[in-house]
C-alpha cells in the first residue's frame, strides 16, 4: 500500500514556544528555521509512522516548494521516504532527486488547461494589492502564495475572486495566515495517480486538512482528514459526510491519522491473506 499525506497541519504543525514547552517529550522538532523552531511533529505520529515505512510506502505530499520541504530534517533527512511530491504536485523527488519528466508534464498540462499567469495577476492584484498582504511569492514557478493578515482579510472579496480565478482554471486555498492560487493541473491528487501507476496500482490511504488536499483524498482508496482546517470548516458548514474525520484537533490529530492508516493496513493485509489474487 502506499500512504500519501499533506504535511502542514496534518502531520506537523507550529506551537507557541509556552504549549511546546508544556508538551515537552510529547512531541518532537521536524524543522529548524535559523536555528529556531518553525514545526513539531506528535513523537507518537513519529514512532507510528517510521514503523509503518517497514510495511508501506509512505510519500509526503505538500504545496511546500522542494526547498521548503527539504527543511523539515524529521521527514527529508531521518524518516528519508524514497518518494515525495512538492509543489503541490509540481513536483516529485525520487530518491532525492527532482524527475524531470514529470516537471515538465506538469508544465505542459498547466498551458492546456489554464489561463496564463498575466491573466491571473490583473484579477488577483485587483483583490490582493492593498494593506492586508504582506508578502506575495511566486513559488517554484508554478503558482502564488500570499501571507495575509487574516483578521483584516475581506472574505467576500477572496470569496468573489476564487469564483472568477475557478473559471480561469486556478483554484484558490486560504490557510491559516496563507492564501494559495494554483492552476488546476497542479494538483497532489495527480502527482500521487502518477506514483500510483509507477507503484503497480498499489492501494492509497491519504490524509490532509485543505481544499488542495481535496484531489488527494478523492483519488485515494481510503481517506481520512484532521478534526481542523479548511476542509472540516467546510464539512461544519454544509455537511456532506464525504470524509472520515480525526477526533482530535491540532497537534495530535496527527496520531489518529496515523492510527486509522495503520488498522486500514492491517485490515487490507488480512483480506489479502484470505482472497489471494
Ligand atoms: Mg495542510
Redesign the pocket.
Known amino acids: 500500500m502506499i500512504y500519501a499525506s499533506?504535511?502542514?497541519?496534518?502531520l506537523i504543525y507550529s506551537q507557541p514556544a509556552e504549549r511546546a514547552e508544556l508538551l515537552g517529550e510529547r512531541i518532537m522538532v521536524a524543522e529548524l528555521i535559523d536555528g529556531k523552531v518553525r514545526s513539531y511533529m506528535s513523537s507518537s505520529t513519529y514512532q507510528r509512522l517510521q514503523a509503518l515505512m517497514n510495511e508501506l510506502i509512505f510519500i509526503p505530499v505538500t504545496t511546500r516548494t522542494i526547498a521548503q520541504y527539504e527543511r523539515i530534517h524529521l521527514i527529508s533527512q531521518i524518516l528519508k521516504p524514497q518518494y515525495a511530491v512538492t509543489s503541490n504536485g509540481g513536483n516529485m523527488l525520487i530518491g532525492g532527486k527532482v524527475d524531470l519528466e514529470w516537471q515538465d508534464h506538469v508544465r505542459m498540462r498547466v498551458r492546456e488547461s489554464s489561463a496564463p499567469v498575466e491573466d491571473i495577476r490583473l484579477v488577483m492584484n485587483a483583490v490582493l494589492d492593498q494593506d492586508w498582504v504582506i508578502s506575495s511569492s511566486w513559488c517554484d514557478d508554478l503558482f502564488y502564495s500570499h501571507i495575509v493578515e487574516r483578521d483584516r482579510m475581506p472574505v467576500q472579496e477572496i470569496t468573489d475572486m476564487s469564483k472568477q480565478l475557478k473559471e480561469m482554471g486556478w483554484r484558490t486555498s486560504v490557510?491559516g495566515r496563507k492564501v494559495y492560487i494554483v492552476p488546476e493541473a497542479v494538483s497532489k491528487g495527480a502527482a500521487v495517480t502518477h506514483l500510483k501507476q509507477l507503484l503497480d496500482g498499489r492501494k492509497v490511504i491519504a490524509s490532509?486538512?485543505?481544499l488542495l488536499?481535496q484531489s488527494l483524498l478523492d483519488i485515494a482508496d481510503y481517506a481520512i482528514a484532521p478534526g481542523h482546517?479548511e476542509l472540516f470548516r467546510q464539512e461544519q458548514l454544509t455537511p456532506s459526510g464525504r470524509y472520515r474525520f480525526t477526533e482530535e484537533s491540532g497537534i495530535f490529530a496527527g496520531d489518529d491519522i496515523t492510527s486509522f492508516v495503520h488498522s486500514t493496513h492491517s485490515e487490507h493485509r488480512k483480506l489479502l491473506i484470505k482472497e489471494p489474487s
Open positions: 499533506d504535511l502542514d497541519q496534518t490557510q490532509g486538512d485543505s488536499d482546517g
